[in-house]
C-alpha cells in the first residue's frame, strides 16, 4: 500500500503575497501608532529649544539664589483648589506675593489650567482648580514688593475615588 503525497507547491506569486501581508501589516500598524502619537501630545516642552538652552545658566543661577533664601513653600490641594504656603527661613509669613500658575497634565495639553491666586492670609495663597485623577504639574511664580521672585515646580498625582 502505498500513500500519494499531495503536497501543494508554493509558487513566486504566493512569496509575493506573504511578502506584502507581512510588510503591510507592519507598515500598517507604525502608521497607526505614528498617528496615535501625534495626535494625543504634541511633545512641545519649550517653543525654541535654542532659546531655552541658552538661557539655561542664568535660571540656573536663579535657582540657587531663590535655594539660598531657605523659604518654605508647602503644596496642597484637593479636587477643587490648589494651596500654597509661603514663609521666610525664619519662619516668617510672606504675604506680598503677586502669585500665578499655570496647572498642566504632564503627557497632554487638553487640561490646562491658568491658576488664579487669591491671597488668603497668613502666608496662604489659594487658587480654584478642577483636578481630574491622574498625574499633574502645577507650575508657580510668585513676584512681591521687597521680596526675591519665586519659581517652583509641583508634581502631584490625584488618586480615582
Do not use: C
Request: hydrophobic share 45%.
Amino acid at each position: 500500500m502505498s500513500m500519494a503525497s499531495t503536497q501543494k507547491e508554493i509558487k513566486g506569486g504566493h512569496v509575493l503575497a506573504m511578502l506584502i501581508a507581512f510588510f503591510g501589516v507592519i507598515i500598517g500598524v507604525n502608521l497607526v501608532m505614528a498617528w496615535f502619537a501625534n495626535s494625543t501630545w504634541s511633545g512641545l516642552v519649550v517653543e525654541n529649544g535654542y532659546v531655552a538652552s541658552q538661557e539655561f545658566d542664568k535660571n540656573l543661577a536663579k535657582a540657587k539664589a531663590q535655594e539660598a533664601l531657605g523659604w518654605n513653600v508647602g503644596f496642597a490641594f484637593d479636587k477643587n483648589d490648589i494651596r500654597i504656603t509661603f514663609a521666610d527661613a525664619k519662619g516668617a509669613k510672606i504675604d506680598s506675593l503677586n502669585l500665578t500658575g499655570k496647572l498642566q497634565r504632564t503627557v497632554t495639553d487638553k487640561e490646562d489650567q491658568v491658576l488664579t491666586f487669591s491671597w488668603m492670609g497668613s502666608g496662604l495663597y489659594k487658587a480654584p482648580a478642577r483636578l481630574g485623577p491622574g498625574l499633574w504639574e502645577v507650575e508657580i511664580d510668585g513676584k512681591g514688593d521687597g521680596v526675591a521672585d519665586y519659581h517652583k515646580i509641583f508634581r502631584f498625582v490625584v488618586k480615582a475615588e
